[in-house]
């Protein structure tokens, strides 16, 4: 059973940080590529952050460059968001993704809240 568990999200302050993590299963996680999405209420799903399957290449929205950094740990099949700087703009649910070919799973998302 494919599974992807986002956790770390939760209420920060203007400025504050926060660490997102994905854990995955059921499925060959080094293959994969790894996606972080946002949606915000009232706004379309957004694309955050992406890495390679073997962690040598990111992408990051022009929003959060410079403030998130994804990284990746294929031994813990896991993904994870280091947010720093974070904004009230950053609040949203935050979601992972997995993708290889046809293959495109999404974990069920972790609320990130920054406000004063």
């Known amino acids: 059973q494919v599974q992807l568990v986002e956790s770390g999200g939760g209420l920060v302050q203007p400025g504050g940080s926060l660490r997102l993590s994905c854990a995955a299963s059921?499925?060959?996680?080094?293959?994969?590529?790894m996606s972080w999405y946002r949606q915000a209420p009232g706004k379309e799903r957004e694309l955050v952050a992406q890495?390679?399957?073997?962690?040598?290449?990111?992408n990051y929205a022009d929003s959060v460059k410079g403030r998130f950094t994804v990284s990746r740990d294929n031994a813990k099949k896991s993904v994870y968001l280091q947010m720093n700087s974070l904004k009230p703009e950053d609040t949203a649910v935050y979601y992972c993704?997995?993708?290889?070919?046809?293959?495109?799973?999404w974990g069920q998302g972790t609320q990130v809240t920054v406000s004063s």
């Open positions: 059921g499925f060959t996680f080094s293959m994969y590529a």
């Open positions: 993704r997995a993708t290889y070919y046809l293959n495109d799973y």
């Open positions: 890495i390679n399957s073997a962690g040598a290449s990111t």
